[in-house]
T-cell receptor, first 114, second 116 residues
Framework: DQQVKQNSPSLSVQEGRISILNCDYT??????FLWYKKYPAEGPTFLIS???IKDKNEDGRFTVFLNKSAKHLSLHIVPSQPGDSAVYFC????WGAGSYQLTFGKGTKLSVIP | GAGVSQSPRYKVAKRGQDVALRCDPISGHVSLFWYQQALGQGPEFLTY????????KSGLPSDRFFAERPEGSVSTLKIQRTQQEDSAVYLCASSLGAVTGNQPQHFGDGTRLSIL
């Protein structure tokens, strides 16, 4: 069973507009969530994270929102730039339970159109 | 170097051969992880080290897979008697460590393994 789900395989957004990437999880033990960005032939690059004690974390153009009751998180990119075109992975760990491994979704390919 | 370094970047082996993949974590990082990524999927956890201790190997798919980190720095993932289903990208990640609280894992560029 997939514990972290990214239901949109792809997303296209116009340059300058907002990109919203979504992620759902099923394991209630998850308490630390991360977003990674991946270009072809490179490893995932850490973007932003959020602990379950927060519902929002912001870093420049990137904001992550966490809705624990819905077991849902989202990544907002504003404004979107062509260089943001990549595959975005949502990941989670059960840090408080001593499980430090990351469980990943299958990724969403974002295309930002100039 | 500043980031996680993996070698080789690409490895082609014949079915039945043994392979060894190397990972150099970020200096000072206590925790080290190995993941396997199949085409079109997210990375899947294989094993976790804290310093030289292998604390979790629950993701290793079979006893043909073996990992070590003898001095708490460089790690090697070894696959014996390779099979075609072992073809994947193998990613290594490191982080400062659990004692410092939630810390993100930082990934290398991976080794793409192809078994013929």
């Amino acid at each position: 069973d997939q514990q972290v789900k990214q239901n949109s395989p792809s997303l296209s957004v116009q340059e300058g507009r907002i990109s919203i990437l979504n992620c759902d999880y099923t394991n209630s033990m998850f308490d630390y969530f991360l977003w990674y960005k991946k270009y072809p032939a490179e490893g995932p690059t850490f973007l932003i994270s959020i602990s379950s004690i927060k519902d929002k974390n912001e870093d420049g153009r990137f904001t992550v929102f966490l809705n624990k009751s819905a077991k849902h998180l989202s990544l907002h990119i504003v404004p979107s730039q062509p260089g943001d075109s990549a595959v975005y992975f949502c990941a989670a760990s059960a840090w408080g339970a001593g499980s430090y491994q990351l469980t990943f979704g299958k990724g969403t390919k974002l295309s930002v159109i100039p | 170097g500043a980031g996680v370094s993996q070698s080789p970047r690409y490895k082609v082996a014949k079915r039945g051969q043994d392979v060894a993949l190397r990972c150099d974590p970020i200096s000072g990082h206590v925790s080290l992880f190995w993941y396997q990524q199949a085409l079109g999927q997210g990375p899947e956890f294989l094993t976790y080290f804290q310093n030289e201790a292998q604390l979790d190997k629950s993701g290793l798919p079979s006893d043909r897979f073996f990992a070590e980190r003898p001095e708490g720095s460089v790690s090697t993932l070894k696959i014996q008697r390779t099979q075609q289903e072992d073809s994947a990208v193998y990613l290594c990640a490191s982080s400062l460590g659990a004692v410092t609280g939630n810390q993100p894992q930082h990934f290398g560029d991976g080794t793409r393994l192809s078994i013929l």
